[in-house]
């Protein structure tokens, strides 16, 4: 089974300028994921980004990180960009890893491309369960909901008026922002226009859902752990490294 990494990486952040770059125990954030990515047997891991400060550090750190687009909208159009770039066919298999994600574990990385591989499937993503009914509040938290055929019906992320009442553990599940293709979906995915909900909550994969594209969600049994989104996100990171 052969697959792509690309970990898009935007050097803008409201709340953490230059995040990409930011260190987390002497190394790069994104230089942290690419290091994980790489332990999941992609054939290449590349990152994609808009600034040539990351270019550069990539390189000293041996990773290729290719220039896109400053005007690109989402990390999936800056995937979309280097799948363009290294001409990939449109069966070629990409999963999406998020910058800033250096603690992605690589067998999640190898799952969701082993699904596409094995199912024939052109999207597929995962999730799991909340770990306490705070996780659940948290609107930095993206939920989930499948049908029977594990496929989203719905993301959002805050929960309903009736919040008590609706908390179901075994309903309810935490949305984990990798995402696995084939360049064919891509290529349709980034045509169709943004929606005002997908922009109001900044949930891309919206867009599949709005435009009737099946997107498998994978049920993930093992750790997860958060993206880094907010400084909290980052000193706990940078704690947890430490002590390992």
Known sequence: MKFNVVIPARFESARLPGKPLLEIVGIPMVVRTAMRATKSGAKTVIIATDDQRIVTVAQEYGFEALMTDKK???GTDRVLDVA???????????????????LINPELVKLIAKSIHDNNLSYVSACSDFENFDEYLNPNNVKVAYNQDQFA????????????????????FHHIGIYGYKKKLLDNFCNFPISPLEKSLKLEQLRAIENNIKLKILKYEDKVFRGIDTPEDLVFIRKYLEKE
């Open 84 to 102: 363009n770039q290294k001409d990939w066919s449109e069966e070629e298999i990409i999963i999406n890893v998020q910058g800033d994600e250096p």
């Open 72 to 74: 690109h909208k989402s």
């Open 153 to 172: 019906t719905k993301f959002y992320r805050n929960p309903s008026v009736d919040i008590e009442k609706d908390w179901d553990p075994k309903k309810q």
